[in-house]
T-cell receptor, first 115, second 116 residues
């Protein structure tokens, strides 16, 4: 089956630093990738949608200069949290859509803790 | 975009069938019903989806009412590992079958607890 990986699975960083999270589709080409954020005991909130080779589309209320998304290839998207603050601590989940089947598969998530 | 309504939580005895309801009364004719589940601290896992007809796979069955305003996900023999939050999602976006620009929007889901 389709597999989406994320790296790292968890990260702890200091306030003010930047953190990059990678999302890879391992056995299919992902024309579109999605980034979600999930706070404790809440549902997933879509942050942005990215298409390979073009700029990401951000959901309302998500700061594009703070959450930099790069979708440079059909198998890799990155999310960089710039100048992280404790309130950015969350569970970040990526999702990739198979370009042929249009089905969406999710990564295992990355737990970010900003101290 | 069609919204969904699910019970906040449900309990089920191990080995019994778990029936999870979902209301989507504003669903459009070309919108699909998707079910995902999320086990604690993991990414969501696809379960099943359907448009009009009932569907079955190795994980579950999906029963969609004739008017398509509600559906039920059935786990025929629930196990302890099925304890998770189950999300019923109506897929949004343009396009025809499949839809090239859809995105999945998650509601609060149903926390299913399977008890020994």
């Amino acid at each position: 089956g389709a597999v989406v990986s994320q790296h790292p699975s968890w990260v702890i960083c200091k306030s003010g630093t930047s953190v990059k999270i990678e999302c890879r589709s391992l056995d299919f080409q992902a024309t579109t990738m999605f980034w979600y954020r999930q706070f404790p005991k809440q549902s997933l909130m879509l942050m942005a949608t990215s298409n390979e080779g073009s700029k990401a589309t951000y959901e309302q209320g998500v700061e594009k200069d703070k959450f930099l998304i790069n979708h440079a290839s059909l198998t890799l998207s990155t999310l960089t949290v710039t100048s992280a603050h404790p309130e950015d601590s969350s569970f970040y989940i990526c999702s990739a859509r198979d370009g042929r089947l249009y089905e969406q598969y999710f990564g295992p998530g990355t737990r970010l803790t900003v101290t | 975009d069609a919204k969904t309504t699910q019970p906040t939580s449900m309990d089920c005895a191990e080995g019994r069938a778990a029936n999870l309801p979902c209301n989507h009364s504003t669903i459009s004719g070309n919108e699909y019903v998707y079910w995902y589940r999320q086990i604690h601290s993991q990414g969501p896992q696809y379960i099943i989806h359907g448009l009009k007809n009932n569907e079955t796979n190795e994980m579950a069955s999906l029963i969609i009412t004739e008017d398509r305003k509600s559906s039920t996900l059935i786990l025929p023999h629930a196990t302890l590992r099925d304890t998770a939050v189950y999300y019923c999602i109506v897929r949004v976006g343009g396009g025809n079958s499949g839809g090239s620009n859809y995105k999945l929007t998650f509601g609060k889901g149903t926390l299913l607890t399977v008890n020994p």
